[in-house]
């Protein structure tokens, strides 16, 4: 296995710490400087302006974006670590733990003829 498929395999075995390390790196960014500074620096570099172009032109705004997903890894790597979500590695899914409630619907009654 080369490298690339070593670093995708550890990411789906281990998607909480991903989100714990993308919610991290996006907030001392944000921290660093402000989401439409990191817009202007990478107008600056060929590559960057490029996925700054292709962002802007499916109707996006990059420091918009930019902001939205610091939210969204920030709240999942939360919510993951507060209500004990588990990660099974056999199906790669992530569990909920057991509801320990009982169900709260109620019989209903047939239609009146």
Do not use: F, Y
């Not at 610091?70 to 939360?78: G, P």
């Amino acid at each position: 296995m080369d490298k690339a498929q070593l670093v995708i395999a550890w990411i789906q075995a281990h998607p909480a710490e991903c989100w714990l390390v993308l919610s991290a790196v996006l907030n001392l960014m944000l921290r660093l400087k402000s989401a439409e500074k990191w817009v202007e620096q990478l107008e600056g570099t060929r590559g960057g302006a490029a996925i700054i172009s292709i962002v802007r032109m499916v109707g996006v705004d990059p420091a918009g974006a930019m902001r939205a997903l610091a939210l969204i890894a920030s709240a999942r790597a939360a919510a993951g670590a507060t209500m004990g979500h588990t990660h099974s590695a056999s199906t790669g899914a992530t569990m909920a733990p057991p509801s320990t409630s009982a169900p709260t619907s109620t019989p209903q009654e047939p239609p009146a003829p």
